[in-house]
């Protein structure tokens, strides 16, 4: 498995931690997909990691204050923009938008364009719980290898990308709700992969696997579209 590598040959991978998320679960879920993993509170922390992850529970607002306070916000962008790899989780997705409905109009990070609206449905809100989903060509890297499985949500508010082309997986809540998106170096899934068994275990070791592709100046293997995906 990935995470018998040799520490040498674990990719150093930042946690951002602005005091909202799940951080050791989800630091935990890459350690054993393969990550050499630290939290990071500062953009000290940040600078040198191979890849970023930027998790996230709580409010829109609340975050993306404290991002902009600690002035990682800023970092996170920069370290995007310069092409180091990037997995969004959750509210962590949903910060890379340009605006937030949720409790006002707030603004995001800008990397990706279209917005966060609450959800659009005759079911209950929020919306917990396993669905599946259903894969486009933005995702392929994500999915590769990934078994038939539903993953865990836990929302009330999703991305609204105005380019069909970022949306990498959908899922089915009562109409279709983006559940992934993907563009260059940027991976982001509004379900949480550290909750979502051997599922999300295997798409967070595709993400190692393409930071450490990237790191070794190789062609990201997971980039290749896996037969089946659907």
Same mark, same amino acid.
């Given at each position: 498995? !990935?995470?018998?590598? $040799? ?7 930042? =946690? ?5 998320? /799940? ?12 990550? /050499?993993?630290?939290? *990071? ?13 930027? $998790? ?15 002035? &990682? ?21 949903? &910060? ?15 990397? &990706? ?5 609450? &959800?659009?449905?005759?079911l209950k809100v929020p919306h917990i719980g396993w669905n599946a989903l259903t894969w ?24 609204? $990308? ?6 990498? *997986?959908? !899922?089915?809540?009562?109409? $279709?709700?983006?559940? *992934?998106?993907?563009?260059? /170096?940027?991976?982001? =899934? ?11 275990? *295997?798409?967070?070791? /595709? ?24």
């Amino acid at each position: 498995m !990935t995470a018998s590598r $040799p520490r040498r040959d674990r990719p150093a991978i930042a =946690v951002v931690d602005y005091g909202m998320g /799940n951080l050791a679960s989800v630091a935990k879920a890459l350690e054993r997909a393969g990550g /050499n993993v630290r939290l *990071a509170a500062s953009s000290a922390g940040l600078a040198g990691a191979e890849a970023v992850v930027l $998790p996230g529970v709580g409010a829109f607002r609340d975050a993306a204050s404290r991002l902009e306070a600690t002035g &990682l916000g800023d970092v996170v962008v920069e370290r995007i923009g310069a092409g180091v790899p990037f997995l969004g989780v959750c509210l962590g997705m949903q &910060l890379l938008f340009a605006r937030s409905a949720e409790g006002g109009d707030w603004r995001g990070l800008g990397v &990706l364009p279209g917005t966060v609206e609450r &959800l659009t449905t005759d079911l209950k809100v929020p919306h917990i719980g396993w669905n599946a989903l259903t894969w486009e060509a933005a995702g392929a890297g994500m999915a590769r290898g990934l078994p038939a499985a539903a993953v865990y949500f836990v929302h009330s508010y999703a991305c609204r $990308p105005t380019d069909p082309a970022l949306v990498a *997986a959908t !899922t089915d809540y009562g109409g $279709p709700v983006v559940a *992934a998106v993907a563009r260059d /170096n940027v991976w982001a =899934v509004q379900f949480h992969p550290e909750k979502s068994s051997t599922t999300g275990l *295997a798409l967070l070791a /595709n993400f190692v696997a393409a930071v450490r592709a990237t790191r070794d100046g190789r062609r990201d293997p997971s980039a290749v579209p896996p037969r089946g995906v659907h």
